[in-house]
T-cell receptor
Framework: NAGVTQTPKFRILKIGQSMTLQCAQD?????MYWYRQDPGMGLKLIYY???????DKGEVPNGYNVSRSTTEDFPLRLELAAPSQTSVYFC?????????????FGPGTRLTVT | AQKITQTQPGMFVQEKEAVTLDCTYDTSDPSYGLFWYKQPSSGEMIFLIY??????QNATEGRYSLNFQKARKSANLVISASQLGDSAMYFC??????????FGTGTRLLVSP
């Protein structure tokens, strides 16, 4: 199993550009999440999904969009990049039937907006 | 409102000694979960240990144990016999509501030889 994979690993965007951060998991997990981690801070939840076709906002959703058409994929879209979106983005997933609900994290995407 | 508080921005410990990383939380939900994650300099998030709010005993995983004091709303991580490879950022997190994790700001641990 590859677990949770994210592409790209690094990206530099100019202000106003758009991009999609890709996230895929091969563990058949129902729940998937996007977090951002600003320098020296903990992770903050952007969006999450409890299954294909169902998404909801987290703590910091402004400037982002998500979709979940399959169980495996959960892409994050930035429409008009701003310097405030410079951060490390983590995707995570967790299983439905699990008492612990441990979240399994991808390796992260480091995004710089200049 | 701050849900998770880690008051130690940095901690130092000598190899082979034990260290305690503090975490306090705030919730009125009777059902919640507490997690500790390790983030080495390479950046990935590594799950260390979990404590459920109804668990009677403190969780242990190898050299890691969680000192859970429910009445004080604290969930401190204890690392016994520190190793150089334990140098990393450590994050406490609480699972509130439907699966969402709220993270603290982290504690940087440095283990010296």
């Amino acid at each position: 199993n590859a677990g949770v994979t994210q592409t790209p690993k690094f990206r530099i965007l100019k202000i106003g550009q758009s991009m999609t951060l890709q996230c895929a998991q091969d563990m058949n997990h129902n729940y998937m999440y996007w977090y951002r981690q600003d320098p020296g801070m903990g992770l903050k939840l952007i969006y999450y999904s409890v299954g294909a076709g169902i998404t909801d906002k987290g703590e910091v959703p402004n400037g982002y969009n998500v979709s979940r058409s399959t169980t495996e994929d959960f892409p994050l879209r930035l429409e008009l990049a701003a310097p405030s979106q410079t951060s490390v983005y983590f995707c995570a997933s967790s299983p439905l039937a699990d008492a612990v609900y441990e979240q399994y994290f991808g390796p992260g995407t480091r995004l710089t907006v200049t | 409102a701050q849900k998770i508080t880690q008051t130690q921005p940095g901690m130092f410990v000598q190899e082979k000694e034990a260290v305690t990383l503090d975490c306090t939380y705030d919730t009125s939900d009777p059902s919640y979960g507490l997690f500790w994650y390790k983030q080495p300099s390479s950046g990935e998030m590594i799950f260390l240990i979990y404590q459920g709010s109804y668990d009677q005993q403190n969780a242990t995983e190898g050299r890691y144990s969680l000192n859970f004091q429910k009445a004080r709303k604290s969930a401190n991580l204890v690392i016994s016999a520190s190793q150089l490879g334990d140098s990393a950022m450590y994050f406490c997190a609480i699972r509130l509501g439907f699966q969402k994790l709220v993270f603290g700001t982290g504690t940087r641990l440095l283990v010296s030889p």
